[in-house]
């Protein structure tokens, strides 16, 4: 599964089931809910631009993720590919998406120093993909980091070292 994809819950390569672990973070208290938040030196136009753009969407995200006609289409590392539908543009505030069956919603803040503080919301992840998602957002937004703030490729662009195979930098 691609990063923030939906996955079956049992990591028998690394010898645990996460469904035993369905409060493992505690300031992730909402069972259908995943919030992240990361501040970004960047003004809100330009990450917006960013998460709103194919290209830009392919730079943190996937390797490709084409919109037309009001569905991005994604395509990861691995082969996988989803489309999912737009739900909100509000340029430079919003952005959501259908993403696997939950609504991701990007909320992008102005923090008073010519920054961006963005909360990420997943809404709708089920039980069994928690964990998973929850440390899959990490893998496409500290990417979205790099690109928006510091121009850099965190992706290694390579089918055989992919989210399938552990590693982070997919």
């Known amino acids: 599964s691609g990063p923030g994809a939906r996955a079956t819950g049992v990591s028998h390569k690394h010898g645990w089931d996460c469904r035993q672990y369905p409060l493992a973070m505690a300031f992730q208290p909402d ?3 995943i919030e992240w938040r990361v501040h970004l030196t960047s003004p809100p136009e330009k ?5 709103a753009s194919d ?4 730079s943190f995200w996937a390797e490709s993720a084409d919109e037309i006609n ?4 994604f395509e990861f590392i691995n082969g996988m590919t989803y489309a999912g539908r737009i739900l909100e543009s509000d340029r430079p505030r919003r952005w959501a998406v259908d993403y696997f069956g939950s609504q991701v919603t990007f909320v992008l803040e102005p923090d008073g120093t010519g920054g961006t503080d963005l909360t990420m919301v997943d809404l709708g992840v089920v039980e069994e993909d928690r964990v998973e998602v929850t440390a899959g957002w990490l893998n496409v937004l500290l990417p979205l980091k790099a690109t928006v703030d510091f121009g850099v490729d965190l992706h290694n662009h390579d089918s055989s070292r992919s989210w399938d195979q552990g590693y982070a930098d997919h």
């Open 70 to 73: 009001g569905v991005v289409h």
């Open 31 to 33: 069972s259908d809910r």
């Open 47 to 51: 990450v917006y631009d960013i998460i």
């Open 55 to 58: 290209e830009g969407r392919a």
